[in-house]
């Protein structure tokens, strides 16, 4: 397929589920990437996608939706499209939110199994496989990996950061809420454009469907939490109000929503450290202030932040930890 430019009215009427089988009845799966100005991460990104350990799975399509990038992504996708035959580029001319990439992925995605990552992440070398696998029952429509932030903990903001992803993978092992790295099968035609909250907005059809959803603790991926307060504010304000639009919408409603729940999760959380015993209540508290300013926008502003302003912090290279990032020529990209 190469290197396309969509226009904004390009999305096919007549989509129809890929093949869920290779010819040599492995698993197929096409990946799915969502790009705005990733030039710091997309790299080493698509190099953890090409050193996946594969045994029952095989990745047919690697598609990167780039969204108006003003940086070098594009340059960097294409220099490595040109060594790896699966890597397909489309372009948009401008930023519609994540939510229409995702669209032009879905219309795109050729196999049986479709997998949304966020560009910013590194892969662990067995994730694909112990995503995909569960798909062997018929039962399963969605699965969902673990992500394990890079930021350090020992500074406040970088416990903020582990604590909201082991709370997420604690309430996820009895009743999964699967984002930042997803699998599904190739049975969402489309999502709505409006929403913030693409994952949980595929989680909605694919249970309306009929279909269970499966957290793979084993499914592994790094990403890297806001590293300032304001950032941090940002993502979760925006995530709330998402969420908040999807249960009126949808009627659908996430199981990290479910604030009693983490609470006790929290009480369970705090270790007997001077850093967990203050840190835990002001992450909470921050948490908290997050969640009031994103109710605000959806019951008083009436804002959908479908296309929203970036969290700077989130976008470092992971050259601090090569353990993740992978050998050095990652970084030369």
Same mark, same amino acid.
């Given at each position: 397929?190469? +290197?396309? @430019?969509?226009?904004?009215?390009?999305?096919?009427?007549?989509?129809?589920?890929? %093949?869920?089988?290779?010819?040599?009845?492995?698993?197929?799966?096409?990946?799915?990437?969502?790009?705005?100005?990733?030039?710091? @991460?997309?790299?080493?990104?698509?190099?953890?996608?090409?050193?996946?350990?594969?045994?029952?799975?095989?990745?047919?399509?690697? *598609?990167?939706?780039?969204?108006?990038?003003?940086?070098? @992504?594009?340059?960097?996708?294409?220099?490595?499209?040109?060594?790896? /035959?699966?890597?397909?580029?489309?372009?948009?001319?401008?930023?519609?939110?994540?939510?229409?990439?995702?669209?032009?992925?879905?219309?795109?995605?050729?196999?049986?199994?479709?997998?949304? &990552?966020?560009?910013?992440?590194?892969?662990?070398?067995? !994730?694909?496989?112990?995503?995909?696998?569960?798909?062997? /029952?018929?039962? #399963?429509?969605?699965?969902?990996?673990?992500?394990?932030? +890079?930021?350090?903990?020992?500074?406040? *903001?970088?416990?903020?950061?582990?604590?909201?992803?082991?709370?997420?993978?604690? +309430?996820?092992? @009895?009743?999964?809420?699967?984002?930042?790295?997803?699998?599904?099968?190739?049975?969402?035609?489309?999502?709505?454009? /409006?929403?913030?909250?693409?994952?949980?907005?595929?989680?909605?059809?694919?249970?309306?469907?009929?279909?269970?959803?499966?957290?793979?603790?084993?499914?592994?991926?790094? %990403?890297?939490?806001?590293?300032? #307060?304001? /950032?941090?504010?940002?993502?979760?304000?925006?995530?709330?109000?998402?969420?908040?639009?999807?249960?009126?919408?949808?009627?659908?409603?996430?199981? !990290? *929503?479910?604030?009693?729940?983490?609470?006790?999760?929290?009480?369970?959380?705090?270790?007997?450290?001077?850093?967990?015993?203050?840190?835990?209540?002001?992450?909470?508290?921050?948490?908290?202030?997050?969640?009031?300013?994103?109710?605000?926008?959806?019951?008083?502003?009436?804002?959908?932040?479908?296309?929203?302003?970036?969290? !700077?912090?989130?976008? #470092?290279?992971?050259?601090?930890?090569?353990?993740?990032?992978?050998?050095?020529? &990652?970084?030369?990209?």
């Amino acid at each position: 397929m190469g +290197v396309h @430019t969509y226009s904004p009215d390009s999305l096919a009427s007549n989509r129809h589920p890929g %093949n869920h089988a290779t010819p040599s009845g492995k698993l197929s799966a096409s990946v799915g990437i969502c790009a705005y100005n990733e030039e710091a @991460t997309i790299g080493s990104h698509l190099q953890s996608l090409q050193r996946q350990e594969l045994n029952r799975v095989e990745v047919v399509q690697i *598609m990167v939706v780039s969204s108006a990038c003003r940086d070098r @992504t594009n340059e960097i996708v294409e220099r490595l499209r040109q060594e790896d /035959d699966r890597i397909e580029l489309i372009q948009q001319p401008e930023r519609r939110g994540k939510a229409s990439a995702v669209n032009l992925f879905l219309q795109e995605a050729r196999a049986g199994t479709c997998i949304l &990552v966020s560009a910013d992440t590194v892969l662990a070398p067995r !994730t694909i496989e112990h995503l995909c696998l569960p798909f062997l /029952d018929e039962r #399963v429509g969605m699965t969902g990996g673990h992500a394990i932030p +890079v930021n350090d903990p020992s500074t406040f *903001m970088g416990f903020a950061s582990h604590l909201i992803w082991h709370l997420a993978h604690e +309430v996820s092992l @009895t009743a999964p809420k699967l984002g930042e790295l997803i699998a599904f099968r190739n049975i969402v035609d489309r999502i709505p454009e /409006d929403t913030a909250v693409d994952e949980a907005s595929i989680e909605a059809v694919v249970t309306q469907k009929g279909y269970s959803l499966r957290y793979v603790p084993e499914a592994i991926i790094y %990403n890297r939490g806001p590293d300032t #307060v304001s /950032d941090y504010i940002k993502q979760r304000r925006r995530i709330y109000a998402g969420h908040l639009d999807l249960k009126k919408t949808s009627e659908y409603k996430v199981s !990290t *929503m479910s604030s009693p729940k983490l609470l006790r999760l929290v009480s369970r959380s705090i270790r007997p450290s001077w850093r967990s015993i203050f840190w835990t209540p002001g992450a909470m508290m921050l948490e908290f202030y997050a969640r009031l300013l994103g109710a605000y926008d959806f019951r008083i502003r009436r804002r959908k932040p479908y296309i929203w302003d970036i969290a !700077t912090s989130t976008k #470092v290279a992971f050259k601090d930890d090569p353990s993740i990032a992978g050998d050095s020529a &990652v970084q030369d990209i």
